[in-house]
């Protein structure tokens, strides 16, 4: 089965820095799958609250996590320094699918590459909401 490659750095606006740590090792002496997901959510999260968009403890609208995967194309371990860029891939009228590429310091090529789609929803509801014009602004500036 042939696969598209993944996507190089210049796909990517934004970008954060992660220490690999000893646990994130698995038996086989490679960064467990289960953690690039946690970079995922971290990366994305970290953004937003940068952004002046999401405040964790009492904003409104909240975004939950309906889908994920991840592509893996070389093994990342510790101790390792990895570099994850993120852009929005599409923008809904309350989604927004979010591209992530995980690379090692100064790589050209991707380690892996996952996406993140969060619906957002009003707080105390949890029903879709339209996203707010001051979201919508800032999430365009990383778009492709």
């Known amino acids: 089965m042939s696969r598209p490659p993944l996507l190089g750095r210049d796909a990517y606006r934004?970008?954060?820095?992660?220490?690999?740590?000893?646990?994130?090792?698995?038996?086989?002496?490679?960064?467990?799958?289960?953690?690039?997901?946690?970079?995922?959510?971290?990366?994305?999260?970290?953004?937003?609250?940068?952004?002046?968009?999401?405040?964790?403890?009492?904003?409104?609208?909240?975004?939950?996590?309906?889908e994920t995967g991840c592509r893996f194309a070389r093994p990342l371990?510790?101790?390792?320094?990895?570099?994850?860029?993120?852009?929005?891939?599409?923008?809904?009228?309350?989604?927004?699918?979010?591209?992530?590429?995980?690379?090692g310091i100064g790589e050209p090529d991707a380690a892996a590459e996952g996406f993140f789609v969060h619906v957002h929803v009003g707080r105390e509801t949890r029903r879709p909401v339209p996203l707010p014009e001051e979201w919508r602004r800032r999430l365009e500036e990383i778009a492709w």
């Open 77 to 103: 371990a510790y101790p390792e320094t990895v570099e994850l860029g993120l852009g929005v891939e599409r923008l809904g009228e309350s989604s927004v699918r979010y591209r992530l590429g995980v690379f």
């Open 14 to 66: 934004a970008w954060r820095r992660i220490g690999t740590r000893w646990s994130d090792n698995d038996a086989y002496g490679h960064v467990n799958n289960t953690v690039y997901y946690q970079w995922f959510d971290t990366v994305v999260n970290a953004w937003l609250i940068e952004a002046g968009l999401l405040d964790v403890a009492a904003g409104d609208p909240i975004g939950l996590v309906v």
